[in-house]
């Protein structure tokens, strides 16, 4: 849920490396299509009111376009990212500068844990939610902890294609939200049945195809195309759904999620300064 976000134009964005599954350096970008996709959803984004904030991407790290990594913007302070990958790490100094320059008072990460920011950490209803394993390390959640004056539920991610929470999980509000139950662990799912009322799992091939890597605004869900039973789960739902190609991107292993950072999506914690609330 969200009405301000930090989106990144991919200007420089190619497939460069590979650190996930969905990464071959043969399956090369179509640049200006890639460009044409981030555009029409930005503007989808728009079009639902939201204000979209932009970072400059840099030549030398293509993958910054999904600014869902940067870090975490809690009110106004950020928590800025601790990139699993070499090829990454150059993006948290530029995103760092863009929210110093914005007048974020910059945190210290949790060092020497790994952690990706949004892409693994996401709220729903009273909750906050984090994914572990392949990017973000366990330990790095007691930071997080602390920061936000509330316990995260952890969960455990199992499949290497699914290796970010925002690709397997999307919290809708009121208590439902999509998943793709075969990308957490045994212990993780109940975990979620236990947290979530209303659990609706999407099929293998929609997940696939990032059907859980959506943007939530009121009740528009903004998502890859060709997501069929996932935009009809919605609708049943008394949701919107508003679909949008993002191909190019998932070339890299992301989808429309991950090309965004909610800016406004952790005010209620906002207010904590240190210390894990007893309550
Ligand atoms: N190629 C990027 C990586 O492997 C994709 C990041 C996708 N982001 C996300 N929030 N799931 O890091």
Known sequence: MSRHVLMCEPVHFRIA??????????????????????????????????????????????????????????????LPANFRYAERQAEAPLFKRWFAAQGYAIEHIHEPHYWEGEGDVLPADERVFAGYRFRTEFRALDHLDELLGAEVVRLELADPRFYHLDTCFCPLGGGRALYFPPAFSEQAR???????????????????????NALVVDDAVVLNSGCPETAAALRAWGLRPVETATDEFIKAGGSVKCLVLMLDAFERWAGASGGVATS
């Open 17 to 78: 490396y590979e650190i996930n599954p969905w990464m071959r350096r043969v399956n090369a970008v179509l640049g200006p299509r890639a460009l044409e996709q981030w555009r029409a959803l930005r503007g989808a984004i728009e079009a639902l009111g939201v204000r979209v904030e932009l970072v400059e991407q840099a030549e030398a790290v293509p993958d910054m376009t999904f600014t869902a990594n940067a870090g975490l913007a809690l009110g106004r302070r950020f």
């Open 190 to 212: 109940a975990l979620l049945a236990a947290a979530v009322p209303e659990l609706r799992a999407v099929p293998e091939a929609e997940a696939l195809r990032f059907a859980c």
